[in-house]
């Protein structure tokens, strides 16, 4: 028994330490794959890329020359910051806009030394863009709720879980929670 199980795990090593290959014919991929959050080795370059139909582009650093280039630590070196293309290619002109001026704005680029934004519409149309945080509760009149609902399934999809509680008892909100 315990040559069998040594042999299937033996198996299993030599199929994990090889890297994962797409099961499509000719699949060539992303030159930028991504990470899952782990620090790469070697020069340093956009999440996204800049140059994709498109692309909103909110930082472009200052073109080097080749002695520059050379001479630069590579953990220096600016790169293009760019919105994820799945946000962009739904976004309006306007709401591309709001972007960019937000990014300006808590980078310092807009204002010199003023770091902060706060940017919003009329109270009843909600704001434009959203901070990146774990976890969100969106108060709103109960004749928006579902309609919340709907625009975070629009705009997300399924990377997000959204609950949209309307009414009920607080035992039935707890349950659901």
Known sequence: ??????????????????PFKVPIPNYKGSSLSRGLGLRRKGPRRSLHDPYEEDAL??????????QQQLSMDIEKQEVHVVVDPLLCKVLRPHQREGVKFLYDC????????????????EMRQGPSAQPIVSKVIIVAPSS????????????????????????????????NL
Do not use: F, H
């Open 144 to 175: 928006l709720v579902k309609n919340w609902y709907n625009e975070l399934s629009k705009w997300l999809g399924n990377r997000i879980n959204a609950l949209a509680i309307d009414s009920g008892s607080k035992d039935e909100i707890d349950r």
């Open 1 to 18: 028994m315990a040559i069998r199980v040594q042999g299937e795990e033996a198996l299993i090593r030599s199929l994990l330490s090889k």
């Open 106 to 121: 808590t980078t310092g680029a807009r204002i010199q030394g003023s770091y902060g934004c706060i940017m919003a519409d």
């Open 57 to 66: 582009v909110l930082y472009e650093p200052p073109p080097l020359t080749a």
